[in-house]
């Protein structure tokens, strides 16, 4: 079967960091993808990870350890507009299918 | 501009009346795959296609139907809606090939509401 992890809610402060976790349980697991969506938009990608390490993109930075089944979500200097719900998904092998997460809701505040 | 459409964004029916949503893609993806998302329980998966007259259930493929006859559509049937069917809706694709993995490009969405 398939499992995924992340926290439902999470505050931050604009300017701050924040860490978004992942734990999944998977069959298969062919890499872990983060997206974001914004309430009643779709979801866009931010992420790809299979290998073990950090993924460094801008602001955003991803890291998996496929040991420990373990992802997170890093976003530095938070701005009013990464107010959103990030979603971690997990890739099986053989085709390309997600199984998502629960999303976390993030809110920034002032 | 590379994206995926999906029409109608918002439907409100009745029960047992069939709908069809569609979805369009232009990038020539092969990778075609439709979800539901409904609060607490994220983004579920319906039916995904791998290529043209190619479908494969998802984890949640119940009361729904596809079909690919070419490679840009990818419509969802719903032949007898219910009022679980209520959802938001999300089409997506993607390149599919060799060991790769490729990002999905979602829809913007469509709005079930089945009453």
């Known amino acids: 079967g398939q499992n995924i992890d992340q926290p439902t809610e999470m505050t931050a402060t604009e300017g701050a960091i924040v860490q978004i976790n992942c734990t999944y349980q998977?069959?298969?697991?062919?890499?872990l993808f983060w997206y974001q969506q914004h309430a009643g938009e779709a979801p866009t990608f931010l992420s790809y990870?299979?290998?073990?390490g950090l993924e460094e993109k801008g602001r955003f930075s991803s890291f998996l350890s496929r040991s420990k089944g373990y992802s997170y979500l890093l976003l530095k200097e938070l701005q009013m507009k990464d107010s959103a719900s990030y979603l971690c998904?997990?890739?099986?092998?053989?085709?390309?299918?997600?199984?998502f997460g629960t999303g976390t809701r993030l809110t920034v505040i002032p | 501009e590379a994206q995926v459409t999906q029409n109608p964004r918002y439907l409100i029916t009745v029960t047992g009346k069939k709908l069809t949503v569609t979805c369009s893609q232009n990038?020539?993806?092969?990778?075609m795959s439709w979800y539901r998302q409904d609060p607490g329980l994220g983004l579920r998966q319906i039916y995904y296609?791998?290529?043209?007259?190619?479908?494969d259930k998802g984890d949640v493929p119940e009361g729904y139907k596809v079909s690919r006859k070419e490679k840009r559509n990818f419509p969802l049937i719903l032949e007898s809606p219910s009022p679980n069917q209520t959802s938001l809706y999300f089409c997506?694709?993607?390149?599919?090939?060799?060991?790769?993995?490729?990002?999905?490009?979602f829809g913007p969405g469509t709005r079930l509401t089945v009453t």
């Open positions: 998904a997990s890739l099986e092998t053989g085709a390309n299918n997600l199984f």
């Open positions: 296609s791998m290529n043209v007259e190619v479908t």
């Open positions: 990870n299979v290998l073990d």
């Open positions: 990038m020539n993806h092969e990778y």
């Open positions: 998977t069959s298969g697991f062919n890499g």
């Open positions: 997506a694709s993607s390149l599919l090939g060799g060991q790769g993995a490729y990002e999905q490009y």
